[in-house]
T-cell receptor, first 114, second 110 residues
Framework: ETGVTQSPTHLIKTRGQQVTLRCSSQ?????VSWYQQALGQGPQFIFQYYREEENGRGNFPPRFSGLQFPNYSSELNVNALELDDSALYLC?????????????FGPGTRLTVT | DAKTTQPPSMDCAEGRAANLPCNHSTISGNEYVYWYRQIHSQGPQYIIHGLKNNETNEMASLIITEDRKSSTLILPHATLRDTAVYYC???????????FGQGTRLTINP
């Protein structure tokens, strides 16, 4: 059983650029949630995907978008990068909404916007 | 906003029990209490969760008060590797959209 993996581990982008982050969910999990963690803060929920559909969104602008693929892996896309987007981006997989299931987090992608 | 209140930091001696408190006075009947921890530069790690009964697993014990307004996470024999930020989270059953607060930074001292 493989755990949650994310790529890349680190990324440096320039303000105004676009970025795509990737997440492979744990085997058997059909739900992926994305979180943003600024330095010194707790993670903040961005959105969740369940069976390829968005299933809830936090307080993030539309330039944050995502996808989930048939194999349940997922992408987070951020357009028009701003300096405040610099953060650790975490994805977490779980068995799906409706149950009291724990989430399994990946190691994160550290994004730096200059 | 997070629905929990935790002390910002705690210290514990290695080998002793670490008791981390959490207040969640506005918890609803269908909300679970979850605990996660985050070791420096890693993703959060699930520890334990419960609804109203006390729970124990290989990592920790969770004690929830009868009125469910507070809980305590117990690490029975803390080791240096337990140094981390511990998050107490209250979440409606099935939502799986965790709302993290600032957590408690637990330092285990040799």
């Amino acid at each position: 059983e493989t755990g949650v993996t994310q790529s890349p581990t680190h990324l440096i982008k320039t303000r105004g650029q676009q970025v795509t982050l990737r997440c492979s969910s744990q085997s058997g999990h059909n739900t992926v949630s994305w979180y943003q963690q600024a330095l010194g803060q707790g993670p903040q929920f961005i959105f969740q995907y369940y069976r390829e559909e968005e299933n809830g969104r936090g307080n993030f602008p539309p330039r944050f978008s995502g996808l989930q693929f048939p194999n349940y892996s997922s992408e987070l896309n951020v357009n028009a990068l701003e300096l405040d987007d610099s953060a650790l981006y975490l994805c977490a997989s779980s068995l799906g909404p409706g149950g009291s299931y724990e989430q399994y987090f990946g190691p994160g992608t550290r994004l730096t916007v200059t | 906003d997070a629905k929990t209140t935790q002390p910002p930091s705690m210290d514990c001696a290695e080998g002793r029990a670490a008791n981390l408190p959490c207040n969640h006075s506005t918890i609803s009947g269908n909300e679970y209490v979850y605990w996660y921890r985050q070791i420096h530069s890693q993703g959060p790690q699930y520890i334990i969760h419960g609804l109203k009964n006390n729970e124990t697993n290989e990592m920790a014990s969770l004690i929830i008060t009868e009125d469910r307004k507070s809980s305590t996470l117990i690490l029975p024999h803390a080791t240096l590797r337990d140094t981390a930020v511990y998050y107490c989270i209250v979440e409606i059953q099935g939502a799986q959209k965790l709302v993290f607060g600032q957590g408690t930074r637990l330092t285990i001292n040799p």
